[in-house]
Nanobody
Framework: VQLQASGGGLVQPGGSLRLSCAASRSISSLDAVGWYRQFPGKLLRELVAHITSGGSTLYDDSVKGRFTISGDNAKNTVYLQMNSLKPEDTGVYYC?????????????????WGKGTLVTVSS
């Protein structure tokens, strides 16, 4: 499965962006698809949110109430709607997918990663 992330850009604090993760084939066969972010100057990627094939979602505490992850099986695409953006949300966002939800939750052993898309929140 190839993943293509898009939708990043420059936005002012309080603004919104929608990221898209388009898969080369059906995402319904995958246990989970998630979004990770890598902060500037950091090597570690941190889980932002993931969604399972059953529609369950998980969010990092820092984005609860501001970000929403959703999937469109017909388009093989997972979205991350980001509202009320803060400067500390700045980073490179990656989508990840696997048949193992644990892998997507931990980031360890993930089978499929997309290339990152840069989100910059600045006035």
């Amino acid at each position: 499965v190839q993943l293509q992330a898009s939708g990043g850009g420059l936005v002012q604090p309080g603004g919104s962006l929608r990221l898209s993760c388009a898969a080369s084939r059906s995402i319904s066969s995958l246990d989970a698809v998630g979004w990770y972010r890598q902060f500037p100057g950091k090597l570690l990627r941190e889980l932002v949110a993931h969604i399972t094939s059953g529609g369950s979602t998980l969010y990092d505490d820092s984005v609860k109430g501001r970000f929403t992850i959703s999937g469109d099986n017909a388009k093989n695409t997972v979205y991350l709607q980001m509202n009320s953006l803060k400067p500390e949300d700045t980073g490179v966002y990656y989508c990840a997918a696997d048949r193992d939800i644990v892998a997507v939750t931990t980031g360890d052993g993930v089978d499929y990663w997309g290339k990152g898309t840069l989100v910059t929140v600045s006035s």
